[in-house]
């Protein structure tokens, strides 16, 4: 038997028990087998695109879809057309600016919306994602053409955003 | 002080989750939890430039260097190691294959008994694991709570108030938490009982992954366990799901194939994991799956008292030495695939003929 990705020989039949058609049995051959053994749980990019596929199945039209596709993250450039082939978000600003397109996606994966476990003693607002790694990248412009001073005057803007972000989250602690 | 380090002295020696010693390390081979964290002020991986990566392996390499208590953590740069070298840490899941096969700046600390590692620049900036031996993840998150403390202590992680630790895939989101258990489940194999088990926890949020062949092909039997979701449950409730209602589950259905299959017919179980024994401690050349096979039957063998004076702890650390890379570390040189099956064979043999004990492996 022929591995499914390729000429090679299946030697390994791993069986995929939470297809939700039942399980479905993979022929790989070893190198193929490895790769699918290493990723993690479910294959993120198909359950991302399964869950949009059944989302945009409920009434989002082509032309609404198409426009979704074109809208890009201002930080890192990522669209969400890509974000969907790939199942990867380019940077954690990507939360907050797609914020209402990944809701659908995430009760679908979760069932949730709403993280209750464990925080960070320290933690940058996330509104403040956007403008930390902007700073990040010209403060290492600046050191790159050795203004050390804006380098350093952005550094202090940096530990200034961390600080108001760990003030905050302390904030919020003592309210409940 | 974190240090820089080589690792041949690893290949002689093992991981303390390989110990076979946990509870319900009779079916339980180990319990591992891994955390996905990233920081707040750069792209996910996917979007970074070469130079964002060489900047993110820095900031946290020196963001550990300044954490008190890590003096004997071992610092492997990965970027420079050898395809051999990165295969023998995935062998010993101290990586994962995808951090293995990328490219670019990348490293991993690896505590020197081997019960965590931290990855820097997999799909995530870090992903921190804890292994522990047998059914353990209670601890084992205590470990990783405590070591993810002792990093934001130092780093400034990517997190949202509603949605938690943000992570480069949806799927991670939240807690970051995936939960592993890696179970040897042989009896619900040769019962066919395995696919009806399984299918019976589809519904509550766990994956099951199996690794197993057909008719003539071989087997290790070995199935792992993982929580599905990440967001909306705290972390202590998803290591509850898996550890005291998941697991436990399955546990009861292997030990019920167990007894069936020795009320059944003790002699043939008896007769077939001792022919097991026979072929690995005399064959003069085997393949990894061939090996994989034997020593699954002769892993059930021992725990079920038909073979004596084979350590469990033993045949657990086979699985692992018998590998392509783990072979190629300890003989020092790069051996082909049938000069491995040559190497693999007298390695068994020296490991099962009695001619050494569980002490000489380590």
Same mark, same amino acid.
């Given at each position: 038997m022929k591995c499914q990705y390729c000429e090679k020989p299946a030697t390994f039949h791993i069986t995929e028990l939470t297809e939700p058609g039942g399980?479905?049995?993979?022929?790989?051959?070893?190198?193929?087998?490895?790769?699918?053994?290493?990723?993690?749980?479910?294959?993120?990019?198909?359950?991302?695109?399964?869950?949009?596929?059944?989302?945009?199945?409920?009434?989002?039209?082509?032309q609404e879809l198409a426009e979704l596709d074109q809208k890009e993250c201002p930080v890192c450039g990522i669209s969400f057309f890509e974000f969907r082939n790939t199942g990867r978000l380019g940077c954690p600003f990507d939360y907050t600016h797609f914020s209402e397109d990944l809701i659908p996606l995430l009760i679908n994966i979760h069932d949730s919306v709403e993280h209750c476990g464990k925080r960070p003693r320290r933690a940058a607002a996330a509104d403040s994602h956007a403008e930390l790694i902007q700073l990040r990248r010209e403060m290492e412009e600046a050191v790159e053409r050795e203004d050390y001073e804006r380098a350093s005057e952005i550094r202090d803007e940096l530990h200034r955003i961390e600080e108001a972000g760990s003030t905050e989250i302390h904030a919020s602690e003592e309210e409940e | 002080m974190i240090r820089d380090s080589d690792f041949d002295d690893l290949a002689h020696k093992s991981g303390e989750w390989l110990r076979g010693t946990g509870p319900e390390s009779d079916i339980v081979i180990s319990s591992r939890i891994r955390l996905a964290r990233n920081l707040a002020d750069f792209p996910f991986i996917r979007r970074c430039s070469d130079e964002d990566r060489v900047s993110i392996e820095r900031t946290i390499r020196a963001k550990m260097d300044s954490i008190d208590d890590w003096l004997d953590v071992r610092y492997i740069d990965l970027e420079q190691l050898s395809e051999i070298d990165r295969q023998f840490l995935v062998e010993r899941q101290l990586?994962?294959?995808?951090?293995?096969?990328?490219?670019?700046?990348?490293?991993?600390?690896?505590?020197?008994?081997e019960q965590y590692s931290v990855m820097i620049n997999e799909e995530d900036h870090l992903r921190i694991q804890v292994m522990h031996s047998g059914l353990d993840l209670k601890s084992a998150w205590q470990s990783i709570d405590e070591l993810d403390d002792k990093l934001e202590g130092a780093i400034l992680y990517a997190f949202h108030p509603q949605f938690g630790y943000l992570t480069a895939c949806p799927t991670n989101v939240g807690t970051g938490l995936r939960v592993s258990v890696m179970l040897h489940l042989p009896a619900l194999v040769i019962?066919?009982? *395995?696919? %009806?088990? &399984?299918?019976?926890? @589809?519904?509550?949020?766990?994956?099951?992954?199996?690794?197993?062949?057909? /008719?003539?092909?071989?087997?290790?039997?070995?199935?792992?366990?993982?929580?599905?979701?990440?967001?909306?449950?705290?972390?202590?409730?998803?290591?509850a799901l898996v550890e005291d209602d998941v697991v436990p589950r399955i546990i009861e259905y292997e030990r019920k194939a167990r007894d069936?299959?020795?009320?059944?017919?003790?002699?043939d179980l008896h007769d077939d994991v001792s022919r097991a024994l026979g072929i690995l401690s005399t064959a003069k050349k085997i393949s990894s799956e061939e090996t994989?096979?034997?020593?699954?039957?002769?892993?059930?063998?021992?725990?079920?008292?038909?073979?004596?004076?084979?350590?469990?702890?033993? *045949?657990? %650390?086979? &699985?692992?030495?018998? @590998?392509?890379?783990?072979?190629?570390?300890?003989?020092?040189?790069?051996? /082909?695939s049938s000069d491995r099956n040559v190497e693999r064979a007298t390695y068994l043999q020296c490991h099962l003929s009695g001619k050494l004990s569980d002490g000489d492996l380590n």
């Open positions: 399980p479905q049995v993979m022929h790989l051959c070893e190198e193929h087998a490895r790769g699918f053994l290493q990723k993690e749980a479910a294959t993120p990019a198909a359950s991302i695109a399964g869950a949009l596929a059944k989302q945009l199945d409920l009434g989002q039209t082509k | 990586i994962s294959r995808e951090i293995a096969d990328a490219e670019g700046s990348r490293a991993v600390a690896i505590d020197p008994r019962t066919r009982q *395995i696919d %009806k088990v &399984f299918r019976s926890m @589809q519904r509550i949020n766990v994956t099951v992954r199996g690794l197993y062949g057909e /008719g003539s092909q071989y087997t290790g039997d070995f199935y792992q366990v993982s929580n599905q979701i990440t967001l909306g449950h705290r972390e202590q409730d998803l290591v069936f299959l020795v009320k059944q017919g003790q002699q994989m096979h034997y020593l699954s039957k002769v892993r059930m063998g021992v725990n079920l008292g038909l073979i004596e004076d084979v350590p469990v702890g033993t *045949i657990n %650390k086979l &699985f692992i030495h018998t @590998q392509p890379a783990h072979l190629q570390k300890l003989q020092g040189r790069l051996l /082909g």
